[in-house]
């Protein structure tokens, strides 16, 4: 009995070292791979740049990205200032203006997750003009989450303050997002209470008006 236990032992910590030797040789091949994509979208036209995208969004699962993969962040968030941080110009016109690439890359980071991606995806709602891309960003910051800050929910509100005529799509989202950030920081709550019911209260469609009942019923049942 007592062999058996020391052999079991031994095949434990040789398992453990063969896991752990297995992790650091996948960090390597994430960090590798994050490297060569930094240095082909820094060069590459638009279409590489969504090629690239589309390879990471292939390849997520498969080699196990996470909020510690530094190097692919660093690619994202690039990426995700195409055409607004980062503008790039020709004879007084922007040529960078690629909202596909933003929206990609934010629907990446709600994957990726983490402080990060949190503080990137912000930062883009605050300074984003395409409507599809702050969807892209508002749906992957609620799937990232708040933080006691209350980072991600200013951000939305900043976004909501921006948009003069928002669309239904919009408030949709919206409206989504804001029911899971509330739930982070019970500060936000009345302040949310009072939009949604000025939403409501709107002339909008009938989606936008049953949304926003929807959700303040939600906040209502939760408060209690």
Known sequence: MKLFMILLLSLSAQFLVFSSDTDKEAKKIREQRAKNYIYI???GDR????SILEKIDAEFDTLGYTENDVKLLEVLIYLSQEGTTRKNYRYM??????????SKSAEILGRVGG???RAALADMLKKETNV???ISAINSLAKVGDNSNGDAYYALMISYSNMSNPTADYLISFMDALKILVQYNSKFYNDALILLTKIQGSEYSASVKNKA???INFLASENR
């Open 93 to 102: 016109s922007l040529i960078n203006d690629f909202p596909e690439v933003r």
């Open 115 to 117: 402080d990060i991606a």
């Open 213 to 215: 009942e929807e959700i």
């Open 47 to 50: 279409d590489m740049k969504n």
């Open 132 to 134: 599809d891309v702050m």
């Open 41 to 43: 979208i820094k060069s």
